[in-house]
């Protein structure tokens, strides 16, 4: 990986390259979105209403190569709000590389700025190669999420 790597906040001019991380993150995971969705996820992630919504675009020789998506909420288990990676992409040429740790890493530092009590995400259990870097960077729990059922 090249020293340029830079990881910040997403500004309101990443929306084309967000768009393309965002959506090829969405395609690994078979899930096609409405046009109307990019729209209002972007415009959370800007919005000063929306503190607990941010996203992480990471640049590489200004090439967008990655993204991360996490949110605050609180817990009624803590007394600080705890910090949910809901996204995690890195292009798929780059893997391997370190970016996914970089954005892991900057999530964990943005948590610890704002005094979160913790910080945690959820994958596929299939998802073998970034289940790697995780159990590197996270202790694997042994919760198994389960959703509504569509009506």
């Known amino acids: 990986m090249s020293a340029s790597l ?7 001019g990443d929306k084309p390259n967000w768009h393309d991380l965002w959506q090829a993150y969405l395609a690994f995971y078979n899930t096609e ?6 729209h209002s996820s ?3 992630l800007l919005d000063p209403a929306c503190p607990d919504l941010n996203g992480l675009i990471a640049m590489q020789d200004d090439q ?6 996490y949110i605050f909420h609180r817990h009624m288990w803590r007394q600080n709000d705890v910090c ?13 590389c370190g970016v996914g740790h970089a954005l892991i890493q900057a999530v964990y530092d943005k948590a610890d700025t704002a005094g979160a009590s913790g910080v945690y995400w959820l994958t596929q259990s299939d ?4 289940r790697r870097l995780y159990d590197q960077m996270a202790d694997l729990t042994p919760f ?8």
């Open 6 to 12: 830079t990881i910040r906040p997403v500004t309101a």
């Open 33 to 38: 979105l409405p046009a109307e969705i990019y």
């Open 42 to 44: 972007f415009a959370r």
């Open 64 to 69: 967008p190569i990655g993204l991360a998506h």
């Open 84 to 96: 949910y990676l809901q996204d995690l992409f890195v292009a798929p040429d780059i893997r391997g």
């Open 127 to 130: 998802n073998t190669k970034a």
């Open 144 to 151: 198994i999420k389960y959703q509504r059922k569509a009506a």
